[in-house]
Structures are given as C-alpha cells and as structure tokens.
C-alpha cells in the first residue's frame, strides 16, 4: 500500500499537520496538507501545505524566504494528524513575524500575546 | 469580550487541540474541543475534549484514569488552533497504550512503529 494511503484524508482531502522545532520541541505551526503537499515534503524534505485561504499548494517560505527543512515525519494512530520536525529557516514561522502562530496565552480569563514580534510582517513580505 | 469568543471555531462547533506533555515537549495527541470543553479545562485545569466518533463531551482519562493536568492554554494567530501544556497521569495518552499517539514514523516509503506500548490496551479500560 502506498504510505500516502495510510492517512485518513477528510472530506477536503486535508489532513492536519503540526510543524515542530525539531530542536527546542516547540510547536510552532498547524496548517493543513493535501495529498500532493504532503508528497512533496516527503520527496524534497521542505514542509508544504494547502493553504484553504488561497485554495492552492503552498510552499511555506515561498515569499518569505522562511522556509521548513523537514526531519522527521510522524502519523497519529487515527491516521488523521502528521507531526513535522523541523528546522525553521529565519527563526520565524508566523506570518506576524513571530517565532511561534501560539503566541497568546490564556491568563485569568484573557488571551495576553506573551510572545515578541521578531521582525515586522512589512520587512518579511516585501518584494 | 469572552476569551472563548476569540476563538475561531468552525462549522461544527469544534477547535483543533495540541496536548504536548509539559517537561519533555512530545506532542502526545490531537483532539478536537467544543466550547463546553474548553471552558471546562480551563476551569478545572484537566483537558476535555469532544469525541467526533461519540459525539458528546469526553474528559480524557475518564475510563483509563489517564487524565490530564493543564499548566498552560495558548491560541494562535488565526484562532482555530489550542496548545495544551500537560502533565499525563500515567505517562500513555494513546488509546493503543503508547506514550503518544503520534507512534508512526516514515522511513524510505512506509509507516513504522517505533514507540513501544506501555500497557496492554485491555488492561487499561477494563471495568
């Protein structure tokens, strides 16, 4: 059976994919991957995904030069979860131009942003 | 604003949830969380979670003893994604008796167990 066969795509053909820093074990990002995004990771060993915003393939990094080497690959037990280990080109995997997209943290009742912003999105997605 | 209404839910109600284990940074499963949920674990501090296969709320650890303790609850930046800091009762989220549930590793085209169960699955939700 083909590997790919083994995830248990949703009704979209997606399934969810965590982005791990392969060093520091910390999540950094969740996005989704469709069949042929997940292919490509394996194959050239940089993260791909689908971007369901813009309904299309989506190297991350593409734009901002932030790109995802891929170590490792994991499948969850229910087949509907692929955990990345990675090493995060630039440092920043979230497009507010910090380390981490889970910068907010519940604190008595409110969500406080306790992360700093690294690099301003304007500096990162300039052309 | 309620803290819960900045979270982005989707059309089933429901939000992606990350439990990553407190002190070694595994990520030990991927669960999904309705409102009632979420304001339940971050009010009594153990993870709940809604069960898509049962279809009703489901506080982990409720037949297995294997709860799990929250230390922390971040969102990211679009708000359809929480991480959990957890500490897990008995050291095995995964319902096969593993560790975590993210088990299977690719290596050259083909998934791999490589995490050892810890405990016969019968052993653990037996009555």
Redesign the interface.
């Known amino acids: 059976m083909d ?1 790919l066969d ?1 995830v248990r795509w949703d009704e979209r053909g997606l399934v ?1 994919a ?1 982005a ?1 820093d392969a060093h ?4 950094l ?2 996005a989704w991957m469709d069949r042929e995004a997940l292919a490509l990771t ?1 194959a050239q060993g940089v993260a791909h995904y689908w971007s369901r915003s813009r309904g299309r393939l989506w190297k991350k990094g593409e734009s901002s030069g932030h790109l995802q080497t891929v170590q ?7 087949g509907d ?1 692929v ?1 990345l280990q990675i090493e995060q080109m630039g440092g920043i995997a ?3 131009g ?1 380390q981490s ?6 604190d008595a ?3 406080v942003e306790v992360d700093p912003v690294l690099r301003d999105p304007s500096q990162i997605y300039r052309d």
């Open positions: 590997w083994a969810c965590i791990q520091s074990g910390r999540v990002m969740v394996a490792e690959i994991r499948l969850d037990c229910d979860v955990l979230c497009h507010t910090r997209c889970l910068y907010r943290r519940l009742g409110r969500w």
